[in-house]
Nanobody
C-alpha cells in the first residue's frame, strides 16, 4: 500500500490543523493505520492509531484529549484532527499502515510508511 500524507502547515499555539493520509494500492479497510511524529533531534514517536473500521483507537498520553484519529474507508483516507496545538507538537508527521489485527504503538509494528508532512506551532 502507498501512503501520501498532507495537510501540514504553520499554526499558532492553541490553533487546529487536520492532517490527511490517502492510501492506494491495496484494500484500505484491511489495514490498521497510525500516525507518528518526529521532532528535530528526537526519535520518531507514536501519536495515534485506529483499527480497520474506526471502532478502536489508541493515543499517546501527550495528545490524548486534543487529537482525534478517524478514517473514511470509502475514501481510503485516515485523518488526524489536531486541536489546542502546542509548540511541543511541532514535528514532521508520518502516517503508517499494517495488516495486523492489533493496534500498536511501536514503529516496528507498521510495514508501510508515507512521506512526512511538517507541522509547526510556534509559541
Amino acid at each position: 500500500v502507498q501512503l501520501q500524507a498532507s495537510g501540514g502547515g504553520l499554526v499558532q499555539a492553541g490553533g487546529s490543523l487536520r492532517l490527511s493520509c490517502a492510501a492506494s494500492g491495496r484494500t484500505f479497510s484491511n489495514y490498521i493505520m497510525g500516525w507518528f511524529r518526529q521532532a528535530p533531534g528526537k526519535e520518531r514517536e507514536f501519536v495515534a492509531a485506529i483499527n480497520w473500521n474506526g471502532g478502536r483507537t489508541l493515543y499517546s498520553d501527550s495528545v490524548k484529549g486534543r487529537f482525534t484519529i478517524s478514517r473514511d474507508n470509502s475514501k481510503n483516507t485516515v485523518y488526524l484532527q489536531m486541536n489546542s496545538l502546542k509548540p511541543e507538537d511541532t514535528a514532521v508527521y508520518y502516517c503508517a499502515a499494517d495488516r495486523s489485527m492489533w493496534l500498536d504503538k511501536g514503529l516496528n509494528a507498521y510495514a508501510y510508511w508515507g512521506q512526512g508532512t511538517q507541522v509547526t506551532s510556534p509559541a
